[in-house]
């Protein structure tokens, strides 16, 4: 195992230094820079600008002092925030995005895998249909709409919870754990349903049910193990997905997470947070699939370590 | 089961509510903003999260709202006319006949937040930072009327003492600007000119360093509020200074910026008892408002004019009678009361109205038979043989998009021509309009100071925000020259009239309306005041239940 995560770590380092090179051209590219705003400023002015961050130099030089920077831990300076340090945004940032991302994480799994399991059991009635239909509206439905939707519903109309902020005691965290929860919710209890479906109609829950095992028995022993691989398998890139924030759900609560900086940055030409925000989802997303490799090997004894 | 499963939902939110000590018992009693207003407390929505609050670095709105409650300039704002400067730091000040040489006196007793004095070599200090050649103010044009700050600026001089600006004493400030300039006082409320405390500057970073962190680590300010607490995309704190010298007028005890960016989820806040203040109002909501909440809403007049421009290096622009033929023929009064229905005012003319003594003409304005003529003259009769691919190209937006489409339409309509409309990201769209690369294109301006001089000089040839190609001589020379020069006030704005006069006629822009600002405010605050360049000092407001 051992041999096996040192092996996916290795073959980490080459993805990354892609991702940080393609960012890095692609983002220079882009029309329009870091400092044009609508009223023009003195060419001295942006001369001095430019020379303060670097970037009058060859781009080939500054591709080779941001990445030396970078190999000593140094994400740059933010461009959009003068006097923030693109390490210090994301680390600030990244406490409250987990919390919400494992917030909603939770609240996913609390509601979509019972709801996964009660619809596979019942596969064909109305207790697969109903949940199923509710799971499909779920994930059609954006966080954009069900957001405005309980923020209404729970701030103005009914007044018992607060609409902006994250900071603070419990009720802070409801509406917007529920609001971005909802959609992997659903998509939980999909995944569930068709992976304990597919389990459910193997040999060895046959025989389990031949030899008159219990329903709880079969299910909680034998099948669920195996049905919530695709739900593993589902995690990482969820996980990955939910931690790296979520722009749409931190701007209707005005949370404050790395969702925003990763959309904004690249808005505002940020060229450094763009490469750091980058840099961070992808190192997090590699991690959570090397993680969830590992429980899938776990889970299902078929699997190996390769 | 889904219906279960709501129920479910909303039974553990009702739960959580109930645990909360905050919610359920006191929400129909006590909101956020009744509790505030119990501890002097003004919560106000700021939009974007502030790039920074130093006032050297930053451009911006919400960034402003929150400097000029942190540090004070020579010249303060007047609680309800901008026209009329009031005393800040300089508690009186002369002038030579001419207006282009000034002097000072400032206030003994203008302290730092820190307890220190604020002197006149803080001024000093503070401009020769905003025009170093290595800092890259991006404000820096605003000082360039200081005497001999251009050859600064530019490196052609290294020594900042040639630079019309000394203390004679700790408390006399004198300044000598590069000819007469009577609007000078208004100019100096804008932050590009306020002091920064220079110890703590240096302490943290150097005058020159654009990433000084002193304004997170020490921030040390001379305004009416210090910095409490500021959790970047969450809240920016402040608090009544115990050592600003006009503190007795200061009733609020503290101000909370949220910075807010989603119109929406603003309005939602306010609505919920979280704000006393908004700093918009969601476009489709002001009719609402306005039939059942009159109080709440407010929309106030801005010095600020939405416009389109022409690039007139491009065919057929660069005939002025086709510039005209589609200005005369957008009927602005139509675009405000179905589109933006946000009280703004017909644009008449390119500087909006509210700068005493100055009334430029009104000729921009709705004539689709003067506009079909000229049309017809300069070789299109009735749109026919108008070129293809001509655009109005604004930064992405609804609003933009809805005038965009009706200006196409009133265009096709009026004129039988044949217009498209492409909408570009912020940056990229800018990046076009500085490089010329559109045909007509969206835009936007918002008077720094009260005269007229904040929105013509622009138009003059290569001036870094002309973007059309357009130049005109005799435009040039009254606003470089004849302005410049000219002491009386009076003739001086004569002549800014007539420039203003050439400008409409050419018409390399299209005027289109004067903004307002339209906003939700607690009735219970006071001294809230509408102001032309939406400044609302701080020192003068408070609750009134």
Same mark, same amino acid.
């Given at each position: 195992?051992?041999?096996?995560?040192?092996?996916?770590?290795?073959?980490?380092?080459?993805?990354?230094?892609?991702?940080?090179?393609?960012?890095?051209?692609?983002?220079?590219?882009?029309?329009?820079?870091?400092?044009?705003?609508?009223?023009?400023?003195?060419?001295?002015?942006?001369?001095?600008?430019?020379?303060?961050?670097?970037?009058?130099?060859?781009?080939?030089?500054?591709?080779?002092?941001?990445?030396?920077?970078?190999?000593?831990?140094?994400?740059?300076?933010?461009?959009?925030?003068?006097?923030?340090?693109?390490?210090?945004?994301?680390?600030?940032?990244?406490?409250?995005?987990?919390?919400?991302?494992?917030?909603?994480?939770?609240?996913?799994?609390?509601?979509?895998?019972?709801?996964?399991?009660?619809?596979?059991?019942?596969?064909?009635?109305?207790?697969?249909?109903?949940?199923?239909? /509710?799971?499909?509206? /779920?994930?059609?439905?954006?966080?954009?709409?069900?957001?405005?939707?309980?923020?209404?519903?729970?701030?103005?109309?009914?007044?018992?919870?607060?609409?902006?902020?994250?900071?603070?005691?419990?009720?802070?965290?409801?509406?917007?754990?529920?609001?971005?929860?909802?959609?992997?919710?659903?998509?939980?209890?999909?995944?569930?349903? /068709?992976?304990?479906?597919?389990?459910?109609?193997?040999?060895?829950?046959?025989?389990?049910?031949?030899?008159?095992?219990?329903?709880?028995?079969?299910?909680?022993?034998?099948?669920?193990?195996?049905?919530?691989?695709?739900?593993?398998?589902?995690?990482?890139?969820?996980?990955?997905?939910?931690?790296?924030?979520?722009?749409?759900?931190?701007?209707?609560?005005?949370?404050?997470?790395?969702?925003?900086?990763?959309?904004?940055?690249?808005?505002?030409?940020?060229?450094?947070?763009?490469? /750091?925000?980058?840099?961070?989802?992808?190192?997090?997303?590699?991690?959570?699939?090397?993680?969830?490799?590992?429980?899938?090997?776990?889970?299902?004894?078929?699997?190996?370590?390769? | 089961?889904? !219906?279960?499963?709501?129920?479910?939902?909303?039974?553990?939110?009702?739960?959580?509510?109930?645990?909360?000590?905050?919610?359920?018992?006191?929400?129909?009693?006590?909101?956020?903003?009744?509790?505030?207003?119990?501890?002097?407390?003004?919560?106000?929505?700021?939009?974007?999260?502030? !790039?920074?609050?130093?006032?050297? #670095?930053?451009?911006?709105?919400?960034?402003?709202?929150?400097?000029?409650?942190?540090?004070?300039?020579?010249?303060?704002?007047?609680?309800?006319?901008?026209?009329?400067?009031?005393?800040?730091?300089?508690?009186?000040?002369?002038?030579?006949?001419?207006?282009?040489?000034?002097?000072?006196?400032?206030?003994?007793?203008?302290?730092?937040?820190?307890?220190?004095? $604020?002197?006149?070599?803080?001024?000093?200090?503070?401009?020769?930072?905003?025009?170093?050649?290595?800092?890259?103010?991006?404000?820096?044009?605003?000082?360039?009327?200081?005497?001999?700050?251009?050859?600064?600026?530019?490196?052609?001089?290294?020594?900042?003492?040639?630079?019309?600006?000394?203390?004679?004493?700790?408390?006399?400030?004198?300044?000598?600007?590069?000819?007469?300039?009577?609007?000078?006082?208004?100019?100096?409320?804008?932050?590009?000119?306020?002091?920064?405390?220079?110890?703590?500057?240096?302490?943290?970073?150097?005058?020159?360093?654009?990433?000084?962190?002193?304004?997170?680590?020490?921030?040390?300010?001379?305004?009416?509020?210090?910095?409490?607490?500021?959790?970047?995309?969450? $809240?920016?704190? #402040?608090?009544?200074?115990?050592?600003?010298?006009?503190?007795?007028?200061?009733?609020?005890?503290?101000?909370?910026?949220?910075?807010?960016?989603?119109?929406?989820?603003?309005?939602?806040?306010?609505?919920?008892?979280?704000?006393?203040?908004?700093?918009?109002?969601?476009?489709?909501?002001?009719?609402?408002?306005?039939?059942?909440?009159?109080?709440?809403?407010?929309?106030?007049?801005?010095?600020?004019?939405?416009?389109?421009?022409?690039?007139?290096?491009?065919?057929?622009?660069?005939?002025?009678? $086709?510039? !005209?033929?589609?200005?005369?023929?957008?009927?602005?009064?139509?675009?405000?009361?179905?589109?933006?229905?946000?009280?703004?005012?017909?644009?008449?003319?390119?500087?909006?109205?509210?700068?005493?003594?100055?009334?430029?003409?009104?000729?921009?304005?709705?004539?689709?038979?003067?506009?079909?003529?000229?049309?017809?003259?300069?070789?299109?009769?009735?749109?026919?043989?108008?070129?293809?691919?001509?655009? #109005?190209?604004?930064?992405?937006?609804?609003?933009?998009?809805?005038?965009?489409?009706?200006?196409?339409?009133?265009?096709?309509?009026?004129?039988?021509?044949?217009?498209?409309?492409?909408?570009?990201?912020?940056?990229?769209?800018?990046?076009?309009?500085?490089?010329?690369?559109?045909?007509?294109?969206?835009?936007?301006?918002?008077?720094?100071?009260?005269?007229?001089?904040?929105?013509?000089?622009?138009?003059?040839?290569?001036?870094?925000?002309?973007?059309?190609?357009?130049?005109?001589?005799?435009?040039?020379?009254?606003?470089?020259? !004849?302005? #410049?020069?000219?002491?009386?006030?009076?003739?001086?704005?004569?002549?800014?009239?007539?420039?203003?006069?050439?400008?409409?006629?050419?018409?390399?822009?299209?005027?289109?309306?004067?903004?307002?600002?339209?906003?939700?405010?607690?009735?219970?605050?006071?001294?809230?005041?509408?102001?032309?360049?939406?400044?609302?000092?701080?020192?003068?407001?408070?609750?009134?239940?």
């Amino acid at each position: 195992m051992l041999r096996f995560i040192l092996s996916r770590v290795l073959q980490a380092i080459p993805v990354l230094f892609i991702i940080v090179t393609l960012t890095f051209f692609m983002v220079r590219l882009a029309p329009g820079g870091p400092f044009d705003q609508e009223r023009a400023m003195s060419a001295a002015s942006k001369e001095a600008i430019n020379r303060q961050y670097g970037l009058d130099k060859p781009l080939l030089s500054q591709y080779t002092a941001y990445l030396s920077d970078l190999l000593k831990g140094d994400m740059g300076p933010s461009l959009s925030s003068p006097g923030r340090q693109v390490n210090e945004i994301i680390f600030s940032k990244l406490p409250n995005s987990i919390q919400l991302g494992l917030f909603s994480l939770a609240f996913a799994l609390i509601v979509g895998i019972p709801a996964g399991m009660l619809a596979s059991l019942k596969q064909n009635s109305w207790l697969d249909y109903i949940p199923m239909t /509710g799971a499909m509206v /779920g994930i059609c439905l954006p966080t954009f709409v069900i957001g405005p939707i309980l923020s209404t519903v729970f701030g103005p109309w009914l007044g018992w919870l607060p609409v902006i902020g994250w900071s603070g005691g419990i009720e802070f965290k409801v509406l917007p754990t529920a609001t971005l929860g909802l959609a992997y919710a659903a998509y939980v209890a999909r995944l569930t349903r /068709g992976g304990m479906l597919e389990i459910l109609g193997q040999d060895f829950i046959r025989t389990a049910w031949a030899k008159g095992a219990s329903t709880f028995s079969v299910v909680f022993k034998h099948a669920l193990r195996g049905g919530l691989i695709p739900v593993v398998s589902f995690l990482g890139p969820a996980l990955a997905g939910l931690i790296s924030g979520s722009f749409v759900v931190e701007t209707i609560f005005v949370i404050p997470g790395l969702g925003q900086e990763f959309v904004n940055s690249a808005l505002n030409r940020d060229y450094f947070l763009v490469l /750091g925000t980058v840099l961070f989802y992808a190192a997090l997303i590699i991690v959570m699939n090397i993680l969830v490799d590992i429980a899938v090997v776990w889970l299902n004894p078929r699997s190996k370590f390769e | 089961m889904p !219906q279960c499963r709501f129920l479910l939902l909303i039974s553990i939110l009702a739960a959580f509510s109930a645990c909360s000590p905050k919610s359920s018992d006191t929400a129909s009693k006590m909101t956020v903003a009744d509790q505030a207003i119990k501890e002097g407390i003004l919560i106000r929505g700021n939009g974007a999260e502030p !790039q920074g609050i130093d006032p050297h #670095v930053v451009t911006g709105v919400p960034e402003n709202r929150i400097i000029s409650s942190l540090i004070e300039g020579l010249i303060a704002y007047h609680p309800s006319d901008d026209n009329i400067p009031e005393p800040g730091v300089a508690e009186s000040w002369e002038h030579n006949e001419d207006y282009s040489k000034w002097v000072f006196n400032l206030r003994k007793d203008a302290l730092w937040s820190n307890g220190d004095p $604020v002197i006149a070599d803080h001024f000093v200090y503070s401009w020769n930072r905003m025009l170093h050649p290595e800092f890259g103010a991006k404000y820096s044009d605003m000082l360039l009327i200081v005497k001999g700050a251009k050859e600064y600026l530019s490196g052609e001089t290294a020594d900042f003492s040639a630079v019309g600006v000394k203390a004679t004493d700790p408390h006399t400030l004198e300044v000598e600007l590069v000819g007469p300039t009577p609007f000078y006082l208004s100019m100096l409320k804008h932050y590009s000119w306020y002091p920064v405390h220079p110890p703590t500057v240096e302490e943290f970073g150097g005058m020159t360093a654009l990433s000084n962190p002193w304004t997170r680590e020490g921030y040390v300010g001379n305004g009416p509020f210090i910095l409490e607490e500021w959790i970047p995309s969450s $809240v920016l704190k #402040v608090k009544k200074s115990p050592t600003y010298w006009d503190r007795d007028r200061v009733k609020l005890n503290g101000i909370h910026f949220l910075p807010i960016e989603s119109e929406t989820t603003e309005d939602r806040a306010f609505t919920a008892g979280e704000l006393h203040v908004t700093s918009i109002v969601p476009s489709d909501r002001i009719l609402k408002y306005l039939e059942e909440k009159p109080d709440k809403i407010h929309i106030d007049p801005l010095l600020t004019v939405y416009f389109y421009r022409f690039n007139v290096e491009k065919p057929p622009f660069d005939d002025v009678r $086709v510039r !005209q033929a589609l200005s005369l023929s957008i009927d602005r009064t139509s675009i405000i009361e179905r589109i933006t229905q946000g009280g703004e005012t017909e644009a008449t003319a390119f500087t909006p109205p509210g700068i005493s003594g100055y009334f430029p003409p009104a000729l921009s304005g709705y004539d689709p038979d003067k506009a079909r003529a000229l049309l017809a003259e300069a070789g299109f009769p009735g749109g026919e043989g108008f070129p293809k691919g001509v655009e #109005v190209l604004f930064n992405t937006n609804e609003s933009h998009k809805a005038i965009a489409e009706a200006a196409q339409a009133m265009w096709a309509t009026e004129l039988g021509i044949q217009v498209g409309i492409l909408n570009q990201e912020w940056k990229v769209y800018i990046n076009s309009q500085q490089t010329l690369a559109y045909t007509i294109s969206r835009s936007g301006w918002q008077g720094d100071y009260m005269d007229p001089y904040t929105f013509l000089s622009m138009w003059t040839t290569g001036n870094g925000n002309n973007n059309t190609g357009w130049s005109n001589d005799e435009y040039d020379e009254l606003i470089l020259e !004849q302005a #410049v020069s000219e002491t009386d006030t009076a003739k001086r704005l004569k002549i800014l009239e007539k420039a203003e006069t050439i400008l409409l006629q050419e018409a390399p822009v299209a005027p289109i309306y004067w903004y307002t600002r339209k906003y939700l405010l607690d009735p219970r605050l006071k001294e809230y005041n509408p102001k032309l360049l939406d400044n609302r000092p701080y020192k003068y407001m408070y609750f009134e239940e």
